[in-house]
Nanobody, 114 residues
Framework: QVQLVESGGGLVQAGGSLRLSCAASGITWNINAMGWYRQAPGKERELVAVIGSGGSTNYADSVKDRFTISRDNAKNTVYLQMNSLKPEDTAVYYC????????WGQGTQVTVSS
């Protein structure tokens, strides 16, 4: 099993920045891709960014050039640096890890005020 613990969410004004962290513990040796997803009220969960074990990345069009995903394999941690935040970025952000199974974190709330 893999446990994922997110941190770093909060309330920020539009134009501000936040950095999310997701630490993986447990059986982490076979984790490949890690990523961030978000779910706003009344909407489906959507991909924000994903990073492979080799560092390749993919972003949703809505966050390109504003968000940066990175990972520290030694610490089994993935980060999401979010800059130029907009009110439409408000959502619960979830960390996801993919290995032989898929694991999700509990989510962290990000609220961007206008």
């Amino acid at each position: 099993q893999v446990q994922l613990v997110e941190s770093g969410g909060g309330l920020v004004q539009a134009g501000g920045s936040l950095r999310l962290s997701c630490a993986a513990s447990g059986i982490t040796w076979n984790i490949n891709a890690m990523g961030w997803y978000r779910q706003a009220p009344g909407k489906e969960r959507e991909l924000v960014a994903v990073i492979g074990s080799g560092g390749s990345t993919n972003y949703a069009d809505s966050v390109k050039d504003r968000f940066t995903i990175s990972r520290d394999n030694a610490k089994n941690t993935v980060y999401l640096q979010m800059n130029s935040l907009k009110p439409e970025d408000t959502a619960v952000y979830y960390c996801k890890a993919e290995g032989r199974k898929i694991f999700w974190g509990q989510g962290t709330q990000v609220t961007v005020s206008s």
